[in-house]
């Protein structure tokens, strides 16, 4: 098993990404702290895991606020013993996100806030764990819209991934040297509820599919094999990287018919 003796915690666990990745990192051998602001979702991630057998904890926690991400990771050592791996994968998409002349300053903070701030406040509390556990695997989740210009505008969002990425870049520079790695996870365009609400129309989803070389949406089943390999061993000289999972999105200038 690829994640054995490993515990991991990954915000976001209620839905999408993060709920697959729980489920992945359960079936490698990983117990995982499930860490939502949806607690419903919360608790449905842990009684999946549990179904299969794995050990799971769910700690409510608001990313954006400094006290809960301290308390997730207190919560995750007291329980487990340890944090060997930090997956900061919960954001949002605001419906009236927009471009920069319609978008209201108060969703530009709030994005701002959950997305970028959520990423920072989990590595500030999340690295001294993984000091304590002698080293460690973060991935902080961004997005293609971070390396290419879109023209469905969402200003805050694709802000908050660019800075996902440029901190990203740098703490991995950073903790080198103490067997922290740190990487970005950048999904192409997913079949979850995030995206499925913003492109809520026929006409709107066929926008996007068209730059989309593979010609469909991804499935966040397949963002989790990525967090796997870059939580794993398997990646131990990994770091910094952008790990694009996209369906060839970022590659293509003209897509195939
Ligand atoms: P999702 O909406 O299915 O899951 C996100 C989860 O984060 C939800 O359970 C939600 O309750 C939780 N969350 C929201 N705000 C929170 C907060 N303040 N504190 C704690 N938890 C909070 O979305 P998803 O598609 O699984 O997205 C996961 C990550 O992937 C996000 O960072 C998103 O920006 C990124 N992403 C998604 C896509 C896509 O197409 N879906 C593409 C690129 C990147």
Not at 31 to 41: E, F, L, Q, S, T
Not at 67 to 76: H, P, R
Not at 203 to 220: C, D, E, S, T, Y
Request: glycine letters at 10%; a negative charge; charged letters at 20%.
């Amino acid at each position: 098993m690829r994640l054995q003796n490993k515990v991991a915690l990954i915000t976001g666990a209620g839905s999408g990404i993060g709920r697959q990745t729980a489920l992945l990192f359960t079936q490698e051998g990983a117990k995982v702290v499930v860490v939502d602001i949806n607690d419903a979702g919360g608790a449905e991630t842990v009684a999946m895991i549990q179904d299969q057998g794995g050990e799971a904890l769910y700690v409510h926690a608001d990313v954006s606020q400094a006290a809960d991400c301290e308390t997730m990771v207190q919560q995750a050592e007291a329980h487990f013993g340890q944090l060997n791996v930090m997956f900061n994968n919960a954001g949002i998409m605001h419906s009236q996100d927009d471009d920069a002349v319609s978008t209201d300053e108060a969703i530009w903070d709030l994005t701002m806030n959950i997305n970028a701030k959520g990423v920072f406040l989990g590595c500030k509390y999340g690295i001294p764990a993984l000091r304590r556990a002698g080293g460690g695997s973060i991935i902080n989740t961004a997005s293609f819209v971070a390396l290419l210009g879109a023209a469905t505008p969402q200003v805050a969002y694709t802000a908050s991934k660019g800075a996902v990425l440029a901190l990203t870049r740098e703490l991995a520079v950073v903790h080198a040297r103490e067997n922290i790695r740190v990487n970005a996870l950048c999904p192409g365009p997913l079949h979850t509820e995030l995206l499925m609400k913003f492109l809520n129309t026929e006409a709107k989803k066929q926008r996007r599919l068209v730059h989309i070389p593979m010609g469909r949406f991804g499935q966040a089943k397949e963002m989790a094999y990525a967090a796997l390999y870059l939580a794993s061993d398997e990646s131990s000289y990994v770091t910094g990287s952008e790990f694009t999972v996209d369906g060839g999105i970022t590659a293509a200038y003209v897509t195939p018919e």
